[in-house]
């Protein structure tokens, strides 16, 4: 796809005055969204290196100077392509953010209670029981849409870090956690797994 806004356009319109770092963060946050929803994900041409269209919606009639992708992005943003990279990993290592059926999201997505008046634009959610043949019995995904940081309580545990502070691990190797308060950073995701 091509056509419209791309996401790096679209932030700079709806975060006007945002640094380029909160940016590429909910950009982040924007992606990890996309590749752990159920379903097929689309990513529009360039967003892995930030590329933006100098905000022309409609730019099938406008010369390269627009269109192009530049790919010395990928060195500029590297960070951000190899955070891509991981989401996509992490999607194509484990079948709990790929179930095909209705009935089996609806056996196995759990969402929190939270309490939107005191934690706005936080989203907290399991996917449970070895969902589609994980190897992970639970998988806790929190995202923070704010600004500011919130914080989210998770229950006990033996945890893997799968995502966090702008890092992804297919595997869980960012280190472990055993649940309790934990703060999101703005715009930020959260991963975590158990295995019993």
Not at 104 to 124: E, Y
Not at 151 to 174: F, Q, R, Y
Request: hydrophobic share 35%; charged share 30%.
């Amino acid at each position: 796809c091509h056509d419209d806004l791309c996401l790096t356009d679209k932030l700079k319109k709806s975060m006007e005055g945002a640094s380029e770092k909160e940016m590429l963060d909910a950009a982040k946050l924007a992606q990890t969204i996309v590749f752990t929803s159920q379903g097929t994900p689309f990513m529009f041409a360039g967003e892995e290196v930030f590329r933006d269209k100098k905000g022309v919606h409609n730019s099938y009639k406008s010369p390269d100077s627009i269109n192009a992708i530049d790919w010395g992005n990928k060195t500029k943003y590297k960070d951000q392509y190899e955070y891509y990279k991981g989401l996509i990993a992490l999607r194509k290592a484990h079948p709990a953010f790929r179930m095909t059926t209705a009935a089996d999201i609806a056996k196995n997505l759990k969402f929190d209670k939270i309490d939107s008046a005191k934690t706005p634009n936080l989203i907290s959610y399991s996917l449970n029981n070895n969902a589609n043949g994980d190897e992970w019995k639970e998988i806790k995904v929190v995202f923070n849409g704010a600004s500011y940081p919130q914080t989210v309580d998770i229950k006990k545990g033996e945890w893997k870090k799968v995502v966090e502070n702008g890092k992804v691990s297919p595997t869980g190797e960012l280190g472990t956690t055993t649940g309790g308060k934990i703060e999101l950073p703005p715009y930020s995701a959260l991963i975590l797994a158990r295995e019993k």
